[in-house]
């Protein structure tokens, strides 16, 4: 948790760390959703294709935060 100014949180990948902004957690849904937006890019980071020249993962991460967890939520009766 830290005081992010810029964004609610984001993936250091040279440390392997996550820092979310201390703001979110004054809203349990934001904060589930933006740590789970960070453990993608993490995750995304790890597998390696991140380091692809031709690949932009933050487009991928927002479109299943937008699309892919939504229907996730809904079809396993979360929602």
């Known amino acids: ?22 703001k979110t957690t004054k809203d349990a849904k934001l904060f589930r959703e933006t740590l789970r937006h960070e453990m993608v890019e993490a995750a995304l980071f790890l597998s390696g ?6 690949y932009s993962q933050e487009p991928i991460v927002r479109a299943l935060d937008e699309l892919f967890w939504p229907a996730w939520e809904k079809v396993s009766g979360k929602v």
């Open 49 to 54: 294709v991140a380091y692809s020249d031709t």
């Open 1 to 22: 948790m830290k005081d992010l100014d810029e964004c609610y949180g984001q993936y250091l990948p040279d440390a392997k760390v996550i820092e979310i902004d201390r």
